[in-house]
């Protein structure tokens, strides 16, 4: 060892030269970021968290160039969650520069691929087995009829409407989410333009996701809503 050490500085304009790359460097953004990153890192009490992950991801993406971002899972979660609750407000947060979140043709995109599930597959597959465990939480959310026109296709009629004589503008979103049972994480897995449903709508809206969720590879421990008379009918349909 001492030899090698010797060999090192064997002549001393090798050492001024490492000196004087050491006293010349400016520590940039980046390395105090790395530090903060790594900080994060231990903190393994917090690795579960929504919340944790979610800010963790945004740090991390400023150390990329904007156009080189590659969003985390967390971030995507979250971005399309707002989305889906509201389009005009995605668009004012992206373009404000607030959170860095993906391009609303990005969001869009990953809703369409999210038809078949795919996500929630592999969710499930990253999860331990009694993290496949979930509740499933559905309510209705009360919509101001609108009807838009877009791409071709006219969006804003009830997906229960077909069984009426005339179609009709949805009035509420059934959203179906579910919850680990053990904890984080929370995930949107339907959310449903709907009008005048009653109870064998409802049983027949959360019949498919909830075999969604069995094929994914997820156990379900129990359905958790209010306690309308509509979802008490339900319930005793089921």
């Given at each position: 060892?001492?030899?090698?050490?010797?060999?090192?500085?064997?002549?001393?304009?090798?050492?001024?030269?490492?000196?004087?790359?050491?006293?010349?460097?400016?520590?940039k953004n980046s390395d105090h970021l790395k530090i903060i990153l790594e900080s994060l890192d231990k903190m393994e009490d917090l690795h579960g968290s929504a919340h944790f992950q979610f800010l963790r991801a945004q740090l991390q993406l400023l150390l990329n160039a904007p156009k080189g971002h590659r969003f985390?899972?967390?971030?995507?979660?979250?971005?399309?969650?707002?989305?889906g609750i509201s389009p005009a407000a995605y668009k004012m947060i992206y373009r404000s520069?607030?959170?860095?979140?993906?391009?609303v043709a990005t969001i869009k995109k990953l809703l369409r691929a999210s038809f078949n599930d795919d996500n929630l597959v592999d969710?499930?597959?990253?999860?331990?087995?009694q993290k496949r465990l979930v509740n499933a939480l559905f309510d209705e959310v009360k919509l101001i009829s609108t009807l838009r026109y877009t791409g071709g296709h006219?969006?804003?009629?009830?997906?229960?409407s077909s069984q009426n004589s005339t179609e009709t503008l949805a009035t509420h979103a059934l959203v179906i989410e579910i919850v680990c049972h053990h904890g984080v994480p929370r995930y949107i897995l339907r959310v449903l333009p709907v009008a005048?449903?009653?109870?064998d709508d409802l049983k027949g809206n959360l019949q498919e996701p909830m075999f969604a969720i069995v094929k994914a590879g997820g156990h379900i421990v129990s359905l958790v809503c209010d306690n309308c008379p509509k979802n008490q009918a339900e319930v005793k349909c089921i």
């Open positions: 060892m001492e030899q090698l050490y010797l060999k090192v500085i064997f002549r001393w304009t090798q050492v001024e030269d490492i000196m004087s790359v050491i006293d010349n460097y400016d520590i985390d899972k967390q971030i995507l979660v979250v971005a399309a969650e707002i989305y520069g607030v959170l860095a979140i993906p391009s969710l499930f597959k990253e999860f331990k087995p006219a969006l804003g009629y009830a997906q229960n005048k449903l009653n109870a």
